[in-house]
């Protein structure tokens, strides 16, 4: 195992702080303090909180798609039964112990205006797992795949929301029976 960078240090600092705590709640001061390093080692690699947030919702995007296609592809080896194992995916991450929703609904929520750089971040991650379940799709022959991968997209938002909102962490296993019917539709 390899020791994180010190810009390492404070992502995994910062993301743990803000999506638990929230982005405009978590100060500096706390992201410092939790990464072990200075106010001014912190404003080398991230010249303001904005930044800072930033780079943690990019690199959050990256590690979770990684994440969650590996999990799909691993949960299922045919196209049509990966888009039933999304849902299954789905669970796995709400059981965690640590879930606390999306961090991409949660920047969206505290950065309402469209042009903020979280909120287009946002809007890309929602943007990626629809083009990756738009693949699905695709390699599994349905007919009208992009209007498919934006109902199971639908599905998987609406997901998240009651799991971390309401608590109802089978919710991706109703989730999973809606995109059966659509896809036996």
Known sequence: MTTPTTRERILNAAFALFYKGGFHATGVDRVVEAAGVTRMTLYKYFPSKEDLIVAVLERRNVQWMEWFKQRVEALA???????????DALLEWFSEEDFCGC???NAAAEFSSREH???RI???????????IYELCLESGVKEAQSLATQLTLLVDGAVVVAYVGGD?????LAK???RTLLEA
Do not use: M
């Not at 080896?77 to 849902?87: D, G, T």
């Not at 946002?122 to 083009?131: L, P, T, Y």
């Not at 962490?169 to 296993?173: E, G, N, P, S, V």
């Open 77 to 87: 080896v045919e196209p049509k039964e990966r888009l039933l194992a999304i849902y």
């Open 103 to 105: 961090a991409f609904i």
């Open 117 to 119: 750089p979280a909120h």
């Open 122 to 132: 946002a809007a890309d991650h929602v943007r990626g797992i629809r083009a990756y």
């Open 169 to 173: 962490l089978q919710c991706a296993t």
């Open 177 to 179: 029976e809606a995109a």
